[in-house]
């Protein structure tokens, strides 16, 4: 159950940098790129969560809070959950979180993440007198998630969603954290996407990742847009056995179930996230 519990917080850990799946990288451009190539098809919903990924990155920055939850984990119903508050720059991709987790039968813990110039730092303990480790998710959670692992940006996610998801609705208009915000409901069909020739190639390299281990399964996305066409609230469910190496699978629920959210707010606030000092990491 120990080792249950590491890869759980790991894929954990994936989960926040996927930011929902998220990221800031631009994708790459096929060199002399036909028309049909650079204009893509996307119904209007399509091209209204595109539009949000700008206009999210214009903002630059912004507070941000975090939920993450494991349903069904064991037979028993136990679960595992993470919240946690910070600051994200979507231009360098720098995030600062603290987080609180809850896995059954061990301690509660509260970690403090910084990505900075693309490495991770995590430091666990209350008091700020633990060491930093610089984290290799690629090592520790395996090949199924590198491919994802890499994000920090939420508004990536609508990227993600545009690009592969040819069911977009609306849901009516909901208040978030006292913005109103249109909801939009949609699937990640990784498989599709795939086969779609028009697909960034940083978009299809993260998705390839994904797709041996959750194959043909669909994915539901939700996102809230505010009127300035801006990432309120994004939020993601995929099971989690399919993500899990062998070692850690054992007692596992088919049915467990990760579910993220990730809540955008005060947009332009300063951040200025800095890797901690030589001195203060270990490994």
């Known amino acids: 159950m120990d080792e249950l519990r590491r890869g759980v917080a790991g894929l954990a850990i994936a ?5 929902a799946c998220g990221g800031t990288h631009r ?14 098809r996307t119904t209007p919903l399509q091209g209204a969560l595109l539009r949000s990924v700008r206009m999210t990155r214009s903002a630059r920055t912004a507070r941000l809070s975090l939920s993450i939850g494991i349903s069904g984990l064991v037979a ?17 991709e720098n995030t600062d979180l603290t987080l609180t987790t809850s896995v059954p039968g061990a301690p509660t813990t509260v970690t403090e993440l910084r990505l900075a110039n693309s490495v991770m730092y995590v430091r666990t303990g209350a008091d700020g007198s633990a060491p930093w480790r610089r984290v290799d998710l690629r090592q ?3 090949t199924s998630l ?7 940006d939420p ?3 609508l990227a993600y969603l545009a690009a592969v998801s040819d069911d977009v609705r609306k849901d009516g208009i909901a208040n978030v954290r006292g913005v109103a915000a249109t909801h939009y409901l949609a699937t990640l069909d990784m498989a599709k996407a795939l086969r779609q020739p028009t697909l960034p190639a940083s978009v299809r390299a993260k998705l390839a990742a994904l797709a041996p281990k959750l194959g043909s399964q669909r994915i539901p996305i939700e996102a809230w847009i505010d009127a300035g066409g801006r990432l309120r609230r994004v939020v993601i469910s995929y ?42 990491v270990s490994g």
């Open 155 to 157: 508004s990536q996610a």
């Open 140 to 142: 520790q959670l395996g």
């Open 27 to 40: 994708a790459s451009r096929p060199s002399n790129p036909s028309p049909a190539s650079t204009t893509p």
């Open 239 to 280: 099971p989690l056995l399919p993500l899990l190496p062998a070692s850690q699978a054992a007692g596992v629920s088919p049915g467990a179930t990760i579910h993220l959210q990730e809540d955008l707010y005060d947009f332009g606030t300063p951040v200025n996230v800095l890797a901690p000092p030589a001195s203060a």
């Open 15 to 19: 989960a926040l940098v996927m930011g």
């Open 146 to 152: 590198s491919g994802l692992s890499s994000q920090s």
């Open 76 to 92: 028993g119903g136990a679960n595992f959950s993470e919240a946690g508050t910070g600051v994200v720059d979507f231009m360098t």
